[in-house]
């Protein structure tokens, strides 16, 4: 989240205009916010919303999984439509693929990730039948239509989740049962 709102700063803060293809990292940038807050929605029940125009020097409220994951589609948004008014290619080694993307191609990838967040962001069978799935079908039919499996070669792109995991005393307890122990801690 840090690396996405600090290039969105860079971009903004681009005054002798050294960026090149700014619409692109935009996008890009953008993408990985939205990323980001999402996935905190979906594993939290609460977080932060913390993006490249947040004051922080203001205390930053703590706000709920469906504030999060709110938060996200609206960044998602802003990808898409980045995408939709641009045209460039994202190069290989951006994305652990090896492939390029058009911003069409990744303008379907950031619909494919708003369609999932919101699919994903119910917790209970009223949630779940509360869900707007027009709007999750109308992502999801702008979604991605081919093959899409990040090469982990554990050189260049790697999980550190599965590796912190695999490693002694590095393994972490998942928050619900941290929860059932204390229902003080969410």
Not at 49 to 58: E, F, G, M, P, S
Not at 90 to 106: A, C, G, K, M, R
Not at 114 to 126: D, N
Request: charged letters at 20%; one cysteine or more; hydrophobic letters at 40%.
């Amino acid at each position: 989240l840090s690396i996405a709102n600090d290039a969105l700063l860079a971009i903004n803060l681009d005054v002798d205009g050294l960026v090149q293809e700014p619409q692109m990292c935009k996008a890009v940038a953008y993408y990985g916010q939205a990323y980001t807050l999402g996935h905190v929605g979906m594993f939290y029940d609460k977080g932060y919303v913390v993006t490249h125009t947040t004051d922080l020097t203001a205390e930053v409220p703590m706000v709920s999984y469906n504030v999060l994951i709110d938060s996200a589609i609206a960044i998602c948004d802003k990808a898409i439509a980045i995408c939709n008014a641009s045209t460039f290619t994202i190069p290989q080694s951006w994305l652990p693929t090896n492939e390029t993307y058009t911003n069409v191609e990744f303008g379907r990838l950031v619909n494919t990730l708003a369609a999932r967040l919101l699919t994903y962001k119910s917790r209970t069978k009223a949630e779940n039948e509360a869900n707007n799935w027009t709007k999750i079908l109308g992502y999801a039919s702008k979604g991605i239509q081919m093959d899409y499996s990040p090469i982990m070669d554990d050189i260049t792109w790697y999980d550190f989740h599965k590796w912190y995991q695999m490693r002694d005393g590095w393994g972490r307890i998942d928050m619900r049962v941290i929860n059932l122990m204390d229902p003080t801690m969410y």
